[in-house]
């Protein structure tokens, strides 16, 4: 659609949630299919590669999780220039985000092949097992440079409205890693090494093709290719409120998980289980929370408020029904997503317990989603980097609630998470509802 000629009627924007959502939400599924093709193929290498593995990808997830704000970032900016019209200062907004991505993963990368081991220790890695771990690390590295550049990237290009390119290089790059990585683990005999290896190689050819599609756009422009100073200085005071609110919701996860081992293996056992479907939903969700992001930028450059609320209620909508959907699918299914992870029956009946909630809060996580993608279109970050802070410290109590009270596993199963899909979900949409509802964030222009 050309964002210069918005079309008004529902049937209109509705399909333009779906173009911009459907492709986004593939391309969010390639990088946890990256760390699974990793699992994959180390798997059948021995116990302590997999769980080696096991801990070099949660050190890469977390490190590429809390980063993730460089797409957030660098999507709104863009979005709104062109909005605005203002094509060089949304080129100049995509270029200073790729420069930032650049010397941050140059500097993470080089502080992670030092603390590589003290950070195996920390997470209980011991023998054979933190070797092989440390290893996966030290030939991530190379790669991470790689991976954060294509998320700055794909937030240049989701502002444009553009999510379609993202999932074709998202898939060629999931295939290639598959072929890199089988080849250098077996038949290169690198064994857990060879998986990381051939994921850093995949990172930098996507990373590559990113820089072939975007550099002549910014060179169309009459711009530097250098970096601003005040480009570099903005997309790190918007990152670094993203990277705030993302340490909360970080936090939240790791008190639960605590809670939850407290609670008993049992407990901790069906919590995962209910996690890892609430993970899958949550593509879904944040692929609406992307539409968001590239629409709202582009309407409030514009300087088109009416359109903005119009494209917020309509959006709103559209994530509670979903979870309407996904919640009665949900609940409807509820009995055979445990038979297929486990053949107990103890843990069975507590996941189903907890999926139970999971249906339940399912409208709500999909009103909390897409405002959340709205005001981070909006540019709002400071905001949602204190809300965080607020809606953290308003859930820990029910979590110490919990572990006070709860006296078995099938209640600790349910009030944890009563407390996290309805208590810190409703926390969250209480608290993105009335800012939505305001005008501060409408900051209309370039």
Not at 255 to 276: D, E, K, M, R
Not at 350 to 358: A, D
């Amino acid at each position: 659609m050309n964002p210069s000629t918005p079309t008004d009627s529902p049937r209109s924007i509705s399909r333009q949630i779906l173009a911009l959502a459907v492709p986004a939400l593939g391309a969010l599924i390639a990088e946890p299919l990256f760390l699974m093709a990793d699992s994959a193929i180390v798997g059948h290498l021995g116990v302590q590669e997999l769980a080696g593995a096991a801990l070099g990808t949660t050190v890469l997830q977390t490190a590429v999780g809390l980063m993730i704000f460089l797409a957030y970032a660098t999507t709104p900016a863009v979005a709104r220039a062109i909005g605005a019209g203002n094509l060089p200062k949304a080129m100049a907004a995509g270029r200073d985000g790729m420069w930032f991505a650049v010397v941050l993963g140059i500097v993470l990368s080089s502080l992670g092949y030092f603390t590589a081991e003290g950070l195996v220790s920390m997470m209980g890695g011991q023998g054979a097992t933190a070797e092989f771990a440390v290893d996966y690390i030290h030939y991530s590295l190379p790669g991470l440079t790689a991976m954060l550049l294509v998320l700055a990237a794909t937030g240049v290009l989701r502002g444009m409205q553009d999510t379609k390119t993202p999932l074709v290089v998202a898939t060629a790059g999931f295939g290639l890693n598959i072929v890199l990585n089988f080849s250098l683990v077996y038949g290169a005999n690198m064994s857990v090494a060879g998986a990381a290896l051939g994921t850093s190689i995949a990172q930098w050819i996507m990373a590559a093709v990113y820089l072939w599609m975007i550099l002549p756009r910014i060179r169309q422009q009459g711009i530097s290719m250098a970096p601003s100073w005040s480009g570099f200085i903005s997309t790190g005071q918007v990152g670094s409120w993203l990277m705030l609110r993302n340490l909360s919701m970080r936090a939240a996860l790791l008190l639960t998980v605590i809670v939850a081992t407290n609670s008993g293996t049992q407990t901790l056992a069906a919590h995962q289980l209910v996690f890892t479907i609430f993970s899958f939903l949550a593509f879904a969700l944040d692929a609406l929370a992307i539409a968001a992001q590239a629409m709202i930028g582009q309407e409030l450059g514009r300087g088109d408020a009416a359109r903005v609320r119009k494209l917020t209620g309509i959006m709103s909508r559209w994530g509670i029904y979903f979870g309407i959907a996904t919640g009665a699918l949900l609940l409807a299914t509820s009995w055979v997503f445990p038979m297929i992870f486990t053949p107990d029956e103890q843990i069975r009946q507590l996941t189903t317990v907890g999926l139970w909630i999971l249906a339940l809060s399912q409208p709500l996580c999909g009103l909390v989603f897409v405002l959340d993608g709205v005001l981070i279109g909006a540019g709002d970050a400071r905001y949602l980097g204190l809300v965080g802070v607020v809606n953290l410290v308003l859930y820990a109590p029910m979590l110490w609630a919990v572990q006070a009270f709860a006296s078995d596993a099938h209640s600790s199963i349910l009030w944890i998470w009563v407390a996290f899909a309805i208590g810190y979900m409703a926390a969250r949409g209480v608290t993105l509802s009335l800012r939505a509802k305001s005008t501060a964030w409408m900051r209309l222009g370039s």
